[in-house]
């Protein structure tokens, strides 16, 4: 059974766009982080003085979708800022919007922890794809002994953990089956019983019968992943529609391939923020996925499948 997690959250400036500090229960890990327009007093908190791994965040100059990132560690914090703060061209960083830095309040972490701790990240971020790493080729440090590396792994989940909740999504992995296992039998959620208490999110297909193009999807962990092995279009049609964009990269990224007769295969699970862009990938043109994702067990649409289990979860108001 998952268990929920406390995590506490203080704006030090008493605005939702100022600093931010963030701790886990029971981890002795510090998370601040904030606007690069903050840098000056983000830089002056006793944070910065110790030894810890940041994050440098922002758009990708060259049009990527997903967020730029560079991961750094230093045992003086507030100095690497500094120097990434400096014009491109004297040896800064320009792209950057925001930072998020990692140390420990019992002040335990090394200069060997953090280079050990930036190395599995970078791997672990490259291994998500969620965003295009500044870093180039990580360096696998293996320097530590096999008590701290334990400890370092599970300091590293305790990020992972925690940097979602600040908006900071490119660790974040999600769990879910493989493509290739038989759906499970969908139920309809019964009145006495909650519906999305320990239940399956159903299996559910998409069809472009004039082009015989079918995908199969499931949610997981509040991403709406398109199975490996689905088809997609073989090309992108409606040109004046921004998902064009996440059509390319897609391709260029290698999850969309060649399947040889025509069409596109995804030759993984990919996570799409919500059905429309999954089902727009798939029909290789704008679509309402809430209407085109059908129940592969039912052919109930997701929308109305949405909407029953809503409806059975919340009591009635109706007279």
């Not at 999600?174 to 038989?182: F, G, H, I, L």
Request: proline share 6%; net charge negative; with cysteine.
């Amino acid at each position: 059974m998952i268990q929920g997690r406390s995590i506490r959250l203080f704006l030090v400036d008493g605005v939702p766009n100022g600093l931010l500090t963030a701790e886990i229960m029971n981890w002795t890990g510090h998370v601040l982080t904030g606007p690069r327009s903050k840098l000056s007093e983000l830089v002056q908190r006793p944070e910065c003085g110790r030894t810890g791994i940041y994050f440098l965040v922002g758009t990708d100059p060259d049009g990527d979708l997903r967020p730029l990132v560079y991961i750094g560690e230093s045992d003086d914090v507030a100095t690497r800022l500094k120097q990434h703060n400096r014009p491109e061209e004297k040896g800064g960083k320009d792209f950057w919007e925001k930072v998020c830095l990692v140390t420990s309040k019992d002040q335990n972490l090394t200069k060997a922890h953090v280079k050990f701790l930036e190395s599995l990240l970078i791997q672990n971020a490259g291994a998500m794809g969620r965003c295009k790493l500044a870093n180039g080729t990580a360096h696998e440090y293996i320097g530590l002994p096999e008590s701290d590396r334990a400890d370092m792994a599970f300091f590293m989940e305790q990020i992972r953990t925690v940097l979602p909740v600040l908006g900071l999504d490119f660790l974040r992995s999600t769990a879910k089956p493989s493509s290739n296992q038989q759906p499970e039998p969908f139920t309809p959620a019964q009145p006495e019983s909650h519906p999305l208490a320990g239940a399956e999110n159903p299996r559910l297909k998409m069809e472009v019968k004039k082009h015989n193009i079918v995908a199969f999807a499931q949610e997981f962990d509040g991403e709406f992943v398109v199975l490996e092995g689905s088809l997609a279009r073989g090309e992108w049609i409606d040109l004046k529609h921004n998902y064009r964009h996440l059509y390319k990269q897609l391709c260029d990224e290698g999850v969309l391939v060649d399947d040889g007769n025509g069409f596109k295969t995804f030759v993984r699970d990919y996570g799409f923020t919500s059905p429309s862009p999954a089902a727009a990938i798939v029909a290789g043109r704008a679509a309402n996925g809430r209407m085109d994702w059908k129940v592969e067990a039912t052919g109930q649409s997701y929308a109305d499948w949405q909407d029953q289990q809503v409806s059975a979860a919340a009591p009635s108001t109706d007279q």
